[in-house]
């Protein structure tokens, strides 16, 4: 996969971006094995902007493995400073689930009171409204009421 192009200002903008974030992956003596790759990768996936620790003192070395890991993990180089390696790939976009069986779950709905006396400012609450229960218009939360058996049906 080849490895993704930026302008100079994208890369600018997202070495000001990543100036704070700590190393999530670091490479130690083995070098840039496939477990190192897989851990890179799954990083990338989860924060497209991240930081790699290199302890290697050959900087050739380092500068092969920062263009290594851009090429065959599509990702795009933003800055290579001493041991630190910055690469950035796009989020991929997560598939959303749709289950159609799903019932509507708990919302937080805003209620305010006013007072009687003019002057004041009105109460706001927040009250948690689950999905068997309703909202009156006094700011009530009011339950479905259990429907009762019939004693005709019930009969034997």
């Not at 919302?107 to 400012?121: A, C, E, N």
């Amino acid at each position: 996969m080849p490895q993704i192009q930026l302008t100079t200002a994208q890369r600018k903008a997202h070495r000001a971006n990543a100036h704070h974030l700590d190393p999530v992956v670091l490479i130690g003596g083995d070098g840039l094995s496939p477990s190192v790759k897989k851990e890179i990768d799954a990083a990338l996936n989860a924060h497209g902007l991240i930081k790699v620790r290199v302890f290697s003192d050959d900087r050739s070395a380092r500068e092969a493995m920062f263009q290594t890991i851009a090429e065959e993990l599509n990702a795009a180089p933003i800055q290579h400073i001493g041991k630190l390696l910055v690469l950035w790939r796009p989020i991929p976009e997560k598939e959303k689930v749709v289950d159609e069986d799903r019932m509507p779950g708990p919302r937080d709905v805003k209620v305010l009171k006013f007072s009687k006396r003019g002057g004041q400012r009105p109460e706001m609450k927040v009250v948690r409204v689950l999905g068997n229960q309703r909202l009156t218009p006094g700011g009530q939360v009011k339950r479905a009421k259990v429907l009762k058996k019939s004693i005709k049906k019930s009969a034997p």
